[in-house]
């Protein structure tokens, strides 16, 4: 295939954003077990359209259901695996809405995004 300089390339998918929780796994876990009882939003890996691969960590004793995951008031792509949860961030953004069920309570947290 011939690049004719002006081609994209493809937009990243939520596979992207596994894909790089795969790679960076240990890293996500010492991060996890630094702070196992808290909430976190990790930037993983920025792409060339300025979207970004996150992921989130809840409390090792959490068990969500029924989440989400807004930017800006912009639903956003995730998929859990791993014990944590692949975010594909579409846009920049400094922080992010995870709203879920645990137990038996309604949860809404927003999350700043930081560097892992």
Same mark, same amino acid.
């Given at each position: 295939m011939t690049d004719n300089g002006t081609m994209q390339p493809f937009e990243p998918t939520i596979r992207a954003a596994v894909n790089a929780v795969e790679a960076r796994l240990a890293e996500i876990r010492a991060a996890q077990d630094s702070y196992p009882d808290q909430w976190q939003a990790l930037h993983l890996e920025s792409f060339w359209n300025r979207d970004a691969a996150l992921v989130v960590l809840?409390?090792? =004793? &959490?068990h969500p259901t029924d989440m989400t995951v807004m930017a800006d008031g912009d639903l956003q792509e995730y998929m859990g695996g791993h014990g944590v949860? *692949? &975010? !594909? !961030?579409? =846009?920049e953004a400094k922080h992010i &809405? &995870?709203?879920? =069920?645990?137990e %038996? *309570? %309604?949860v809404q947290m927003t999350l700043p995004i930081t560097a892992l």
């Open positions: 809840k409390p090792q =004793n &959490v949860v *692949a &975010v !594909l !961030l579409r =846009n &809405v &995870v709203d879920c =069920n645990v %038996t *309570a %309604t």
